[in-house]
């Protein structure tokens, strides 16, 4: 069992930086690929990026050269380091945990992920 916290959401103009943290309970996040999503009213969770276990990230082309996801394995805690922020991003951000996935794109969709923070929202302001 896993347990996951989000921090470090806000507010913040266009242009602006944010780094979010997902510090994980239980078994250590080293052993699990983590996956951040976002999600916004009245829309399914959007897949951003993936931390896989042995340190590489994969993200999505709306977030690429913006979002780096990093591990700080000592800590149990991933972080995603956001930006370059724009409007578009304003969003309610989850990091998820799976310890493995069935097919070659799983990771792209949240029903693949086992363990989910409650999520932190990001505002960006034009």
């Known amino acids: 069992q896993v347990q996951l916290v989000e921090s470090g959401g806000g507010l913040v103009q266009a242009g602006g930086s944010l780094r979010l943290s997902c510090a994980a309970s239980?078994?250590?996040?080293?052993?699990?690929?983590v996956g951040w999503f976002r999600q916004t009213p009245g829309k399914e969770r959007e897949f951003v990026a993936i931390s896989w276990t042995g340190g590489s990230a994969y993200y999505a082309d709306s977030v690429k050269g913006r979002f780096t996801s990093s591990r700080d394995n000592a800590k149990n805690t991933v972080y995603l380091q956001m930006n370059s922020l724009k409007p578009e991003d304003t969003a309610v951000y989850y990091c998820?945990?799976?310890?493995?996935?069935?097919?070659?794109?799983?990771?792209?969709?949240?029903?693949?992920?086992?363990?989910w923070g409650q999520g932190t929202q990001v505002t960006v302001s034009s």
């Open positions: 998820a945990a799976a310890p493995a996935f069935r097919g070659s794109d799983s990771y792209l969709r949240a029903i693949s992920y086992s363990y």
């Open positions: 239980g078994r250590t996040s080293s052993s699990y690929a």
